[in-house]
């Protein structure tokens, strides 16, 4: 059975940082590409990081435009953890934050939601101004 359990959300003011993590359980990892998807009320969910598997040559990265520089995602196989490191939070970045695994053993991470094939339950994440 596959599960994806984030963790860390929570309340901040802006300009606060907060770092997200997603335990996985049920698939080997290193052939996943990993990514953060969030929601905000009244909105469609997207695309916030990914990161590649780690079987593509290189570890490769991307990152929406409205938080590159604020955000890194990273993970580790061993530990079957991928991570979300917030830096400089502002209100516009409430949302609830879901991780997602898409089988990619040697491609980047997509932003298309319909590309991945798990997916946790979500963490809140609210930053007050």
Do not use: H
Not at 23 to 48: D, N
């Amino acid at each position: 059975q596959v599960q994806l359990v984030e963790s860390g959300g929570g309340l901040v003011q802006a300009g606060a940082s907060l770092r997200l993590s997603c335990a996985t359980s049920g698939i080997t990892m290193s052939g996943y590409a990993m990514a953060w998807f969030r929601q905000a009320p009244g909105k469609e969910r997207e695309f916030v990081a990914g990161v590649a598997a780690a079987r593509m040559l290189g570890v490769t990265v991307n990152y929406r435009d409205s938080v590159k520089g604020r955000f890194t995602i990273s993970r580790d196989n061993d530990k079957n953890m991928v991570y979300l490191q917030m830096n400089s939070l502002k209100p516009e970045d409430t949302a609830i934050y879901y991780c997602a695994a898409d089988w990619a053993p040697y491609g980047s991470a997509r932003s298309n939601e319909a590309e991945y094939d798990y997916w946790g339950q979500g963490t809140q994440v609210t930053v007050s101004s």
